[in-house]
């Protein structure tokens, strides 16, 4: 099914930086769809370092499965090169023995043809659950994605990779760091199916920076809470969810412990994790939840997510209603602690509840004013404590059940 570009979207793909050290390629494997690529391959060079957070759904995928005993392993260090591909429209997922049977052989026919040990080839895969990837198709396309493989085709990567995605998601960043650049490329598949659980969709970032795995991996679970895992578009996690990032080492800069590294990469996090909500499957509005006063951040973010998941929310938000009543509720069922009376509500810079009321200077037109923006910010002051939070969502429409309810089709 042909879906229109998603309202939200970004005008282009951005143009981003050329990682040193990564190639990438694309291909048409015809997994499911036909007449697009639908196979990426992507290469790094000996001394990359990968670390990666993937959802803990209790179904989790082949692939996922996979990929963490891989980057648990001694085996996985930097003298060897490293190898990621990914196909759409199959997500390989509850597919029992057949789908360990499909990763091992897509993994073997990679390390075969690029020379790479197997120990250091990840796979992923989207797309419907529990029918049986058809590996074949993809292993007859591995020596020509080998063949293809060019430093600048990020953006035909991020394409191969869409299932119900409108557009494809990229984001990039470059700093200085003692007077050399150092460059951070993204990209990122998702739409549906979003409420991650320590990663999220299919999200691959490459930099040339250098730096030790654990500390990669560290900094990327970190910043993966601040993110990622503030985002969701139908309270959904998926079976599939993987976060990959990678280090090449080429620019021959350390950034361990660098804060002007953290935040640049941080941003890049933050910005494909907004355009997978901006391409939430039939959403028209963007919508920033702020908690403030919450008896610690962790109850704030509980709040956050409970008002943004709410499909009574998220269908008056659809419908430009400002039917404040519908957060209050939301906040009531997070189970976090809450007080009736010490709680304010805005729409934007428009003061709708407080004290456990109505605000007596709220006029039901300057609420719908705010609801009809194709960006809406909801703030919430719980007048408990310190706590804060920032969760980020999207409205649901007649178009998310249209899509869900013919996905198979």
């Not at 391959?41 to 990929?67: H, I, K, N, Y």
């Not at 009376?341 to 805005?346: A, E, F």
Request: proline fraction near 4%.
């Amino acid at each position: 099914m042909a879906l229109p570009r998603s309202p939200l979207a970004p005008d282009h793909f951005p143009k981003l930086p050329q990682i040193a050290g990564v190639r990438f390629a694309s291909a048409e494997a015809g997994v499911k769809y036909k007449n697009r690529t639908d196979v990426m391959l992507a290469v790094m060079d000996p001394g990359s370092s990968v670390a990666g957070v993937f959802t803990r759904s209790a179904t989790r995928s082949a692939p996922v499965l996979d990929c963490q005993a891989k980057l648990a392993s001694s085996d996985n260090h930097t003298a060897h090169g490293a190898a990621i591909l990914v196909n759409s429209g199959n997500s390989n997922a509850f597919t029992g023995h057949y789908g360990q049977t499909s990763v091992a052989e897509i993994t073997r026919t990679v390390a075969d043809i690029t020379g790479i040990p197997a120990a250091r080839v990840f796979t992923a895969s989207t797309g419907v659950i529990g029918e049986p990837l058809p590996h074949e198709r993809i292993v007859s396309q591995i020596a020509t994605l080998n063949d293809g493989l060019v430093a600048t085709a990020i953006e035909d990567a991020a394409e191969a990779i869409m299932t119900t995605d409108t557009f494809a998601k990229g984001a990039g960043a470059t700093i200085e760091v003692g007077g050399k650049t150092v460059s951070i490329a993204g990209i990122a598949k998702g739409s549906g199916m979003i409420a991650p659980d320590m990663a999220t969709m299919l999200v691959y970032i490459f930099t040339d920076a250098q730096i030790a795995q654990n500390d990669l991996q560290a900094l990327l679970s970190q910043i993966c809470d601040r993110t990622f895992n503030c985002i969701t578009v139908d309270s959904d996690t998926s079976t599939s969810d993987s976060l990959m990032l990678c280090a090449s080492g080429a620019s021959g800069i350390d950034v361990t412990g660098n804060t002007d590294f953290a935040l640049a990469l941080e941003n890049v996090m933050l910005d494909l994790s907004h355009q997978v909500v901006r391409d939430g499957e039939g959403a028209t509005k963007f919508v920033e939840i702020q908690v403030t006063g919450a008896m610690n951040d962790h109850d704030a973010k509980v709040h956050g997510l409970s008002i943004a998941n709410s499909p009574l929310v998220k269908t008056a938000i659809a419908g430009e209603d400002p039917n404040w009543g519908r957060v209050v509720m939301a906040i009531g069922k997070s189970g976090a602690a809450a007080d009736r009376d010490k709680l304010s509500i805005s729409f934007g810079e428009v003061l709708v509840a407080e004290k456990g009321w109505v605000s007596p200077d709220y006029k039901e037109a300057d609420g719908a004013a705010e609801m009809a923006k194709p960006e809406i910010v909801i703030k919430v002051d719980l007048g408990l404590a310190e706590g804060k939070s920032t969760v980020w969502t999207c409205d649901l429409t007649h178009q998310y059940i249209s899509i869900n309810a013919d996905y198979r089709s």
